[in-house]
């Protein structure tokens, strides 16, 4: 019988969950209020949708559903606490998971206001686990808003804890509400949030549905027949009869790499690269970034499947990483890989993600360039062993602030934010340079033409930026073409007569590019590029992209951007989306073949552009649902989690038998005497098989 100091206390706890939860959330509501024009932007689940509705009402009315089942839940889990485990365990855990749920809230509220519109979500949260060194040394800038957030909360709550007390005094009665209606209570609300989630194609509004959601997804996609088991099943990469030359490859990840750096009559701040796009051999034009964010385009480019379109990393604790290029490549072709770079940031990523083989890191290009050959070296590249070499150049990266380069770097135009930017491209335009004097290998001179063994080379930007306006928000809120458009050159050399390039590029096609080049074949449905090496047939047309989408890291429930052929234009619609829904904010004309620029759009182009742009909008969002789902469910901690519970399960039911047989057989009654030995029983002890 639970006395009426623990029911004060426990009601206390469970008042503080839902103020500590209510402050967040109406935090999270008035700074979008404030910032964004009468709007919150609020983060999304599993499928990377914000959910919009006159009013807000529809928001507010499933934050407040899910904080009921929230308390009902706990509320049961500690009563059951409290009489099997006694008062001391049940008052901890009840602490636990308000300090739990404390710190959430305030980490959502930081994030909402530091990070223009993030929110915290469960696989963000294993993220953080998994990387907690990268996790603190990102947030140590930013601390004053977490700082901050964590004061917001905690005073309100102190203002608050004399009536929250004096609350649970008065409401600590003997009396206790009838588990059928706690039960009828949780009930309801689930079945009204499963309505909601159908309504609005699965998405949490607030930080437990987002939580939740997420839970749910995992759970349902490790302990429950699905459809997603069959298309995970089928992803699988093999190796093609015949494929025995394996090229050397590379990869060379541009930091910011935006398409402007192609522009033969811009400032040659990359004269490298523009040195090279004179040769016959080498194709270069615009990619498209689908979520623009450095590791969202390093997973597409590595893996061949899109990103989620989430403000969190979902996709890299998905079973899909098992066919990344490092792991594909090493199974079916027997390369080494190598991943280099010049930052110290997540370097565990590289092995854990995407199965690269060796990591070398340095803080400059002049150490870094003797440990790459070292290594290559070292597995006798040059001797013809295949290689993989992925490299990333990170010098361009934001933000561009005038102490980030001397002033004797400078001098390309007269914006300073795009003067800083094109210096910084200057380094990373070097270190390309430097690395491919060493990789891919090449001819001696006057040995003749390039050959297969001399391998492929791509150069690749994650995402642009803008740099125009005083202050330019970063390149994870926006989706314009200055940001979801970025450089891509390929170095074919003995390929290039079977190059045939696309009008519209994915960070996907090189994947499917090397895939064509060392002779794996992609089999099942998540693979979406399309490989830029040919057959040599005419039908290449029939190999292009439809459209190709891109969402905003930060708010990918808010901003949208697809780029589409539409009778023989090419298009990039821009959406934004508010209180009203999405809304057609902008259309350009983009490059019509595979190379830099744009066109003029003349006004018959712009309406071809904007009848087609609401229908591959909606097509964008279907196959975004589905995708941000799957990479939910597939995702590799939960059923790491489920495999350590169903482990335990087993342990103690083996436990369970030894105690059985080692304590109670010594002092089972022994057989009666009359009992005739049964012929198909072969135990050798004192008990009839009836009795087993």
């Not at 407040?64 to 049940?90: E, K």
């Not at 059928?180 to 159908?198: E, F, H, N, P, Q």
């Not at 949208?560 to 234009?569: E, N, Q, R, T, V």
Request: with cysteine; aromatic share 10%.
């Amino acid at each position: 019988m639970e006395l009426k100091e623990e029911v004060k206390f426990r009601r206390c706890v469970q008042a503080v969950i839902a103020f500590t939860v209510s402050a967040s959330e109406c935090g999270k509501w008035t700074w979008g209020k404030y910032l964004h024009d009468g709007y919150g932007y609020w983060w999304v689940s599993a499928t990377g949708f914000s959910y919009f509705s006159e009013g807000g009402s529809d928001q507010r009315d499933e934050a407040i559903l899910s904080l009921i089942l929230t308390l009902l839940v706990i509320d049961v889990l500690v009563q059951w606490i409290f009489h099997t485990l006694g008062a001391r365990v049940a008052k901890s855990l009840h602490v636990a998971l308000a300090a739990l749920l404390g710190c959430l809230s305030t980490a959502d509220l930081s994030l909402t206001v530091g990070a223009g519109g993030a929110r915290v979500s469960l696989p963000l949260v294993l993220f953080a686990v998994t990387e907690c060194g990268y996790v603190l040394r990102m947030v140590w800038p930013w601390l004053h808003y977490v700082a901050m957030s964590l004061a917001v909360v905690m005073s309100l709550l102190l203002l608050s804890l004399p009536c929250l007390r004096q609350m649970a005094r008065l409401i600590a009665v003997s009396w206790r509400l009838p588990w059928l209606l706690k039960l009828s209570g949780a009930i309801y609300c689930g079945r009204s949030l499963w309505i909601r989630r159908s309504e609005s194609e699965g998405v949490g509004a607030d930080l437990l549905s987002q939580l939740g959601s997420d839970a749910f997804a995992m759970i349902m996609g490790k302990l429950f027949p699905a459809e997603s088991r069959e298309v995970l099943r089928s992803h699988a990469t093999a190796k093609m009869e015949g494929a025995r030359d394996f090229p050397p490859l590379l990869i060379f990840h541009w930091e910011a790499g935006a398409d402007v750096l192609l522009d033969l009559d811009g400032p040659v701040a990359t004269p490298f690269l523009h040195q090279m796009l004179s040769r016959p051999d080498v194709f270069a034009g615009s990619a498209i970034a689908s979520v623009p964010v450095t590791l969202k385009t390093a997973w597409e480019v590595l893996c061949g499947v899109p990103a989620s379109s989430t403000s969190d990393f979902r996709e890299q604790g998905s079973h899909l990483r098992h066919e990344c290029l490092p792991r594909a490549l090493r199974r079916c072709c027997g390369y080494r890989s190598l991943l280099a770079k010049t930052d110290k940031e997540l370097p565990d990523i590289p092995r854990r993600v995407f199965g690269f083989e060796a990591t070398v890191v340095a803080e400059d290009m002049d150490g870094l360039l003797p440990k790459i050959q070292a290594q290559l070296d070292a597995w006798d590249a040059y001797g013809g062993a295949p290689v993989f070499v992925y490299f990333y150049g990170g010098d361009a990266h934001p933000p561009y602030y005038a102490s980030k380069v001397d002033s004797s770097e400078r001098g390309y135009v007269e914006s300073e934010l795009l003067d800083i930017f094109l210096a910084l491209n200057r380094r990373t335009d070097l270190a390309a340079e430097q690395l491919a004097k060493i990789w891919p290998p090449k001819p001696q001179p006057g040995a003749g033409p390039w050959r297969r063994e001399h391998g492929l080379a791509f150069y690749l930007g994650d995402h642009g930026e803008q740099l125009t306006g005083h202050d330019p928000p970063p390149h994870g809120n926006l989706v314009s073409p200055d940001v979801s458009r970025t450089l891509l050159a390929v170095e074919a050399r003995a390929f290039a007569p079977n190059f045939q390039p696309h009008r519209l590029v994915r960070m996907a096609d090189i994947y499917a590019t090397i895939a064509s080049a060392v002779g794996l074949k992609l089999n099942g449905s998540l693979f979406v590029g399309r490989s830029l090496l040919g057959n040599g047939s005419t039908d290449a047309p029939h190999n292009e992209h439809a459209a190709i989408s891109s969402f905003s890291f930060y708010r990918p429930g808010d901003l949208s951007a697809i780029h589409f052929l539409a009778d023989g234009h090419m298009c990039a619609a821009e959406f934004h989306r508010g209180s009203e829904g999405w809304s057609l904010h902008q259309v350009d004309a983009v490059q019509n073949s595979f190379g830099a620029g744009r066109l003029a759009m003349t006004e018959k182009g712009v309406e071809s552009c904007r009848a087609v742009a609401v229908q591959r909008l909606r097509a964008a969002l279907r196959h975004r649902y589905q995708s941000n789902l799957l990479l939910t469910e597939s995702n590799v901690h939960a059923a790491w989690l489920i495999a350590t519970m169903r482990a335990a399960a087993l342990k103690a039911k083996v436990l369970a038998a030894w105690v059985a047989k080692s304590v109670l057989w010594p002092i089972l009654p022994a057989p009666a005497a009359d009992s005739e030995p049964d012929p198909n029983c072969s135990e050798p002890v004192n008990l009839t098989c009836a009795e087993l």
